[in-house]
Nanobody, 126 residues
Framework: QVQLVESGGGLVQAGGSLRLSCAIS????????MGWVRQAPGKEREFVAA????????AYADSRKGRFTLSRDRAKNTMFLQMNSLSPEDTALYYC???????????????????WGQGTQVTVSS
């Protein structure tokens, strides 16, 4: 089992930045993929970004490229999502998730993930 705890959400003005963290505990295998998925009120979950835990390769949803940066600290089993130039459209509950199948094209499917955190709320005011 893998346990995931997100932190770092909050209220920020448009154009601002936030850094989300995901603390990982339990049996995290090196071949897992770790990702961020978000869900805005009244909308379906959508993929944000994912990272190959072993080699650090990252995939981003097209609309997040250039504004969001995903990174990890393997020694601390922690993943980060740096979000810049935030807009009200980024308001959502952001989830940290783990995919036991590893890193492949499926990581962009938000339904692919096996383990989920409770989420951290990001609210961007205009």
């Amino acid at each position: 089992q893998v346990q995931l705890v997100e932190s770092g959400g909050g209220l920020v003005q448009a154009g601002g930045s936030l850094r989300l963290s995901c603390a990982i505990s339990g049996r995290l295998f090196d071949n897992y993929a770790m990702g961020w998925v978000r869900q805005a009120p009244g909308k379906e979950r959508e993929f944000v970004a994912a990272i190959n835990w072993r080699n650090g390769n990252v995939a981003y949803a097209d609309s997040r490229k250039g504004r969001f940066t995903l990174s990890r600290d393997r020694a601390k089993n922690t993943m980060f999502l740096q979000m810049n130039s935030l807009s009200p459209e980024d308001t959502a509950l952001y989830y940290c998730a783990a995919d036991a199948r590893g890193f492949g094209p499926w990581v962009e499917d938000s339904d692919s993930y096996d383990y989920w955190g409770q989420g951290t709320q990001v609210t961007v005011s205009s």
